[in-house]
Every structure is written in C-alpha cells, then in structure tokens.
C-alpha cells in the first residue's frame, strides 16, 4: 500500500511541476522554473521507491538532489536569459543628442514633436520655426518637453 501512495504522490508531484513550468513558459521571470524542477525531481524520486520521507538515506539523497536540481536550474535560467539592462532615458539626459523633426517645431508651442533615437518627444525650438524632417540637437530641456536646435 505503501507503493502506491508513493506512486500516487510522485506523480502529483510531477504533474504539479510541469505546471509550473508551463506558467514560466508563458510568463518568464515568475521564477517558477525552480520549484517546478525540484518538484519534478522530487516525484521522479518517489517514482523510483526512494523513500524520502521516512528513511535515513532518503532524506539525505532527497535534499541533496533537490538542492542540485534547484542549482542547476537557477544557472540554466542565468544562461537562457539576456544579459541587456533595461533602457532607461529621461529628458535630461537628450541634453546634447541629436534626432529628427516629424512634426514641424516651433519656439512658441510645445506642438511640435521630434524622435530621439526611437522615442518621440514633444519639442519647441529656441526661436527659429524647424520644419519637418531636418536634423536637430537637444540643447534644454524644459518640463514635459525638449527644446530643440536645428543642426546646420
């Protein structure tokens, strides 16, 4: 009788395991790959008749093999995953960057728009009206917007 509880919970185990993993999968950075592995390893265990529970040796192979697979998941995760840091911009730092004029600026509203790199940001000029699509550099920034120079 024993046999079969083990049987029954190693594959409760496993089962409860492959979902985890299928939440990772469709939601990576939930981290729930770790859990699921050891919880994998776990029942694959149970399924094998080691007693992890009750028997000396069991416990200590259980842990053991748990903390491995635990490991071995977290450096396979490290690996899998892109080693990029997030872009992080704010208007203070386009000081001095140039980009392009989509909507025409000029240097009473802050109507006009310009693209920096691949973010539009709402601009006006320092006097002169630039039309649509010249080439300008950020030299202020002012609230919510850029003010903007046409570079000649």
């Known amino acids: 009788m024993v046999l079969l509880e083990g049987l029954a919970l190693g594959w409760l185990l496993i089962v409860v395991g492959a979902v985890l993993l299928l939440a990772e999968m469709h939601s990576p950075g939930f981290f729930a790959a770790v859990p699921a592995t050891v919880l994998i390893v776990i029942g694959i265990l149970l399924l094998l008749g080691i007693d992890i529970f009750n028997s000396g040796w069991g416990v200590v192979i259980g842990v053991t093999v748990a903390i491995c697979a635990a490991v071995l998941t977290v450096w396979m995760y490290s690996k899998i995953t892109p080693n990029e840091s997030p872009t992080t911009i704010s208007r203070d730092t386009l000081i001095g960057m ?55």
């Open 98 to 152: 140039e980009g392009r004029v989509i909507k025409t600026v000029d240097a009473f509203t802050i109507s006009g728009k310009v693209v920096i790199g691949s973010t539009e940001w709402s601009a006006h000029s320092t006097g002169a009206i630039i039309p649509e699509d010249r080439p300008v550099r950020v030299v202020n920034s002012e609230g919510v917007h850029i003010v903007v120079e046409e570079v000649l």
